[in-house]
């Protein structure tokens, strides 16, 4: 990983909740951090740099930004259908 350039943002959604949010974020070796637990927790990893360059200026707890929802919706999709629909609640 090229820690200097890589980027990591973790997004959750929660039904009654107006969008997904972000959940933690980090560049370099904390986003080495954030993918490694997530993938020792279970939860699914996805590579999209874009996207994760898209929502690196938002502080966690913040909402995803309607321009991003059709993307984002298409990413959690993915992941709740590799997951079985079991994915770990972080």
Do not use: N, Q
């Not at 370099?28 to 874009?50: C, M, Q």
């Amino acid at each position: 990983m090229k820690w200097r350039d890589e980027k990591a943002v973790a997004i959750k959604y929660e039904a009654g909740l107006p969008a997904p949010f972000v959940l933690a974020k980090g560049a370099g070796y904390l986003a080495d951090a954030i993918v490694r637990l997530a993938e020792k927790v279970g939860v699914p990893v996805l590579s999209r740099p874009d996207m994760a360059d898209r929502l690196f200026y938002l502080e966690a707890g913040a909402f995803i930004p309607e321009e991003c929802f059709g993307v984002v919706a298409e990413m959690l999709v993915y992941v709740h259908t590799i997951s079985g629909g079991r994915v770990a609640d972080v």
